[in-house]
């Protein structure tokens, strides 16, 4: 029986060096993440589909294509087929419970228009835009009544974005994180088997393709940003580029989020930690103003 540690170090050893660095290069200047020899096992399978569909027979001659041809679209794609795609529903669930029963109600009470907008930077295929709605629906707390709080959801991948949009998810993807109950109460169960999130919940969402070393001033400006977990496979250049592009969208007073563990110290002098909010970012100089208010 061949196990999975040998299948991968075969794939290591198979492709090529220039093969690899070539992807890695790519990748690295479309997103800023850096791709680790160790994940040429899921280069290949990443790959494998889009090489197929083009009509390659080795990766070799998708990379030749890549390298001789100016094709913006699949380059586009297949540096957004090498990024990792982990993500699961109501991830650090404390934090977005935590958000949804604090924050959201601190800003709206702040808000003369009662409305709110959440931005989910790097979101993947949407499990956390739709673990967010699936509290809004589920909460009554009073200071949430009547609001319009907008969530729009953006990926560099444009296939993910469209898988968000479907709000389609298999069923491996509905194990990871929600419960039965949620998901009883807010996705229909689809002929083919997979599961489908309700007219409510996509409602509150918006999906759009972005990358995050692109400027984002036509998505407007938003009073929380989450940025979890993306930040930690790039380089110090483009997380300054990324935190850059954050902290312009970021409304006055508004919130930016990373995940446990991440940090924006040595960055960026425009942010600063949100006062007794781990993981929390607020303008440069508001973070004790807020404390004294309070």
Sequence with gaps: MVTF????????????????NALADLAMNASGQSVLPSKAYL?????????????????????HCLESRQNPVLRAEVAAALLSRDTWFFRETAVLEWLVGTT?????????????RIWCAGGSTGQEAYSLS??????????LAGAKIEILSTDICKQATEKARRGTFGHYEVQRGLSIQRLLKHFTRL?????????????????????????????GKFEIILCRNVLSGMTRSAKTRVVETLANQLAPGGLIMLADGETLYGLTDRLEPA????????????????????
Excluded: C, Y
């Excluded at 280069?43 to 990379?63: H, P, V, W, Y």
């Excluded at 629906?137 to 200071?143: S, V």
């Excluded at 607020?282 to 004294?292: E, L, Q």
């Design 104 to 116: 959201l109600p601190e800003r709206l009470a702040a808000s003369p228009s009662g409305h709110i």
């Design 134 to 143: 699936m509290l809004l629906e589920d909460e009554t707390l009073p200071g």
């Design 191 to 219: 002929e083919s088997g997979d599961w489908q999130a309700s007219e409510a919940l996509r409602a509150r969402i918006s999906l759009r393709a972005h990358n995050l070393l692109e400027p984002a001033g036509g998505l």
């Design 43 to 63: 280069i290949e399978a990443r790959l494998a589909g889009i090489a197929r569909r083009e009509g390659f027979g080795s990766l070799d001659d998708l990379i």
């Design 5 to 20: 540690e040998a299948s991968r170090l075969e794939a290591e050893q198979r492709m090529q060096d220039n093969i690899f």
């Design 275 to 294: 006062g007794g909010l781990r993981t929390g970012w607020v303008a440069a100089g508001t973070a004790n103003a807020k404390a004294s208010a309070a």
